[in-house]
């Protein structure tokens, strides 16, 4: 992209594609108001990612994986571990003097611990800032939505009713989870839209929270009649990376990377939904099939994060409007920056939350709403003054 | 260029249009007109594609794809009344949504489209707000801005709907001449509600007056513009006089005495109230 020669061939080939197709039937060619030869583009700057942005967004990431690979109960000598990494990197000729203990602490403990919370991390943070798109509304995020709790009832259906299904070679865990969540996301739907307006943002966060409510009594109930398993359910839900091994990264790798995919690729249509549902549809973007689509990758992975690492919230609210604050509204820039910092955010979330109380744990929930309640309500007065 | 047969459009239960059947030449300029709640914004939104209808919308003798946002907005551009205004994002920004519909659904614009959005800033003379977020724009740049938009679609039918109803009377000029010069020099076919009716006639080539849903009256300015039938459409009272480029119509006091205007103010429930 950026490439005149690129560019020209582009051109080329869609006027070739206009000849072929009619469109419609219209008989001569579209209307070339303003077809001039010359350079006038030189000062149209359509916003685009910055490279910079993109590389604080991946040292932000970085720094946070490596402060984590080195702290931790077992005490390792940070040169060591440093060096145990790079051995494991082709052509580069390091040796380490770890045990065989130490290395799986590193690679079977912390590296999948980092990348599962790297991977939530980025899938919450681009899941919050498409819904917060394709909803015109600022303060949506998962579990205002009511995703979280539908996965959340989801996974706990599947942890009281169906033991014997989680010997299987594919977890039903995240399956169940992403059903309740589906099921959520459509009551949520259903009720915001009665009351009219899909753009209203209080009518869509009421319904959210009515949704989440419900299915969190539901979820209460059926934990409360199943003792036995009181603890699985109640450390699920706290939210946690501690059971991380590479197993659970496995999981939820393919759904994050499509849900990923599908939600960067609609970077642009978020702007163009952004002024509104019949302007969008004037200039030929459909609104409505738009946002089925966002809803549909952003619930998926929702669904698979929370699956495997509880109820964590906020995140999909902070590091968006975070960034949002940073290098403005456009979703261009936001959701390919809510991945990375959505990484960073959480790795260095799961960092506070395993060594604050070392060698116990906080739950990583605690943490994040611990720093994103007091900025929920920044937002909210931002918010109140656009409206 | 655009023919429209039997268009009836039902909102809710409600008949808003029924049966409004007109056609439109390439490269003319109809003017909508009619009182309130006609069914003026509702005929726009229809030839847009924007709501369901029955009835036929052609556009050059074929059906108008309706069921193709794409395919529509490269024929048909819109100036909605009361654009959603999206305030932080910028100006250039804004006008390259008009270029949606022309490149790939999920690809960024290419070469063209920037250099097309460039030259509508050029002509609309907004170049200098092109990195400015539309917020910050007064009333009559973010109505320029609107109508940049929709010209950086390049349609050939460009739907107006009161373009120049938040504008003072010298930017309200400014965005009809615009619209008119573009129709002399490119072809372009110009369908606009406005209600002042002075600046329909002034502008368009034809009028069509809408009234209850079905079309009152349509032909030339001088043909369906009189005191009459004004009175009898809209149920103002008015002086009709002869302008330099068109009719002048001036809005007179009813008479308020029982005797003289008695006859063609007694259906308006305004004057029964009185």
Same mark, same amino acid.
């Given at each position: 992209m950026g490439t005149v020669e690129g560019d020209q061939l582009r051109d080329l080939g869609r006027a070739r594609l206009l000849t072929r197709q009619p469109r419609g039937g219209l008989?001569?060619?579209?209307?070339?108001?303003f077809d001039d030869p010359?350079?006038?583009?030189?000062?149209i700057h359509p916003t685009r990612l910055r490279p910079g942005h993109v590389a604080l967004g991946i040292a932000v990431l970085l720094a946070a994986a490596v402060a984590s690979l080195l702290v931790? %109960?077992?005490? /390792?000598?940070p040169g060591a571990v440093l060096a145990q990494v790079a051995s494991r990197i082709p052509l580069l000729d390091v040796h380490s003097h770890l045990s065989a203990t130490d290395v799986a602490v590193i690679w079977q403990l912390r590296m999948p611990r980092i990348v599962l919370g790297a991977l939530v991390g980025a899938m919450l943070a681009l899941a919050g800032a498409s819904y917060q798109g394709v909803f015109h509304n600022?303060?949506?995020?998962p579990y205002l939505l009511g995703v979280a709790s539908g996965a959340g009832l989801g996974a706990t259906i599947a942890i009281i009713l169906? %033991?014997?299904? /989680?010997?299987?070679?594919?977890?039903?865990l995240p399956l169940s989870a992403f059903a309740g969540a589906i099921l959520a996301v459509a009551a949520t739907f259903a009720l915001g839209r009665s009351g009219q307006k899909l753009r209203n943002a209080s009518s869509l966060i009421l319904s959210g929270v009515a949704v989440g409510a419900f299915f969190t009594a539901a979820q209460t109930f059926l934990q409360q009649r199943s003792t036995p398993v009181l603890q699985e359910v109640y450390s699920w839900i706290l939210g946690?990376?501690?059971?991380?091994?590479w197993s659970d990264v496995e999981l939820i790798l393919p759904y994050v990377a499509v849900a990923s995919v599908v939600l960067v690729s609609c970077r642009g249509l978020l702007d163009a939904l952004s002024v509104g549902d019949d302007e969008a549809k004037s200039v030929g973007v459909r609104a409505d099939r738009v946002r089925l689509i966002v809803v549909i990758a952003a619930t998926l992975g929702t669904a698979a994060a929370v699956a495997v690492?509880?109820?964590?919230?906020?995140v999909g609210i902070i590091v968006p409007h975070t960034i949002r604050l940073l290098v403005g509204p456009s979703y261009r820039r936001i959701l390919p920056l809510a991945l990375l910092f959505g990484a960073g955010f959480l790795v260095l979330a799961d960092l506070v939350a395993r060594s604050v109380l070392s060698p116990g744990e906080i739950p990583i929930g605690v943490v994040t709403a611990f720093l994103g309640a007091p900025f929920f309500l920044v937002v909210l007065r931002q918010s109140r003054r656009f409206a | 260029m655009l023919e429209i047969d039997n268009l009836v459009v039902e909102l809710g239960t409600q008949a808003v249009l029924e049966g409004v059947s007109a056609t439109i030449e390439r490269g003319s300029w109809v003017g909508l007109v009619g009182p309130n709640g006609a069914g003026k914004t509702t005929l726009l939104r229809a030839v847009a594609g924007l709501i369901d209808y029955r009835g036929e919308i052609c556009i050059d003798g074929c059906?108008?794809?309706?069921?193709r946002p794409r395919a529509m907005a490269r024929l048909v551009a819109f100036v909605p009344q009361r654009p959603l205004l999206?305030?932080?994002?910028t100006v250039s920004d804004y006008v390259l949504l008009g270029r949606s519909a022309h490149h790939h659904v999920l690809a960024s614009e290419t070469r063209r489209d920037r250099r097309i959005v460039a030259a509508v800033l050029e002509r609309l003379e907004l170049k200098p707000f092109a990195?400015?977020?539309?917020?910050?724009?007064?009333g009559g740049e973010a109505q320029r801005a609107v109508l940049a938009r929709s010209l950086a679609q390049e349609a050939p039918l460009l739907v107006m709907d009161e373009?120049?109803?938040?504008?003072d009377l010298g930017h309200g000029q400014l965005v009809l001449e615009l619209a008119d010069s573009l129709r002399r020099e490119h072809g372009l076919t110009v369908l606009a509600a406005l209600h002042d009716l002075t600046l329909a006639s002034q502008y368009a080539e034809r009028l069509l007056v809408l009234s209850g849903g079905r079309v009152a009256l349509d032909g030339p300015a001088a043909d369906v513009l009189d005191q009459a039938s004004i009175e009898r459409v809209f149920g103002a009272s008015v002086e009709v006089l002869a302008g330099r480029d068109g009719l002048v119509v001036a809005p007179v006091r009813p008479r308020?005495?029982?005797?003289?205007?008695a006859g063609s103010r007694s259906a308006t429930p305004i004057a029964s109230l009185r």
């Open positions: 008989s001569e060619p579209e209307l070339r108001l010359g350079d006038l583009e030189a000062g931790g %109960p077992a005490d /390792l000598p600022p303060l949506a995020d169906l %033991p014997q299904l /989680l010997s299987w070679p594919v977890s039903p946690s990376l501690s059971t991380a091994g690492s509880g109820l964590i919230g906020f | 059906p108008a794809p309706r069921r999206p305030s932080a994002m990195r400015k977020p539309v917020g910050e724009l007064s373009p120049t109803t938040s504008l308020r005495s029982a005797a003289g205007q």
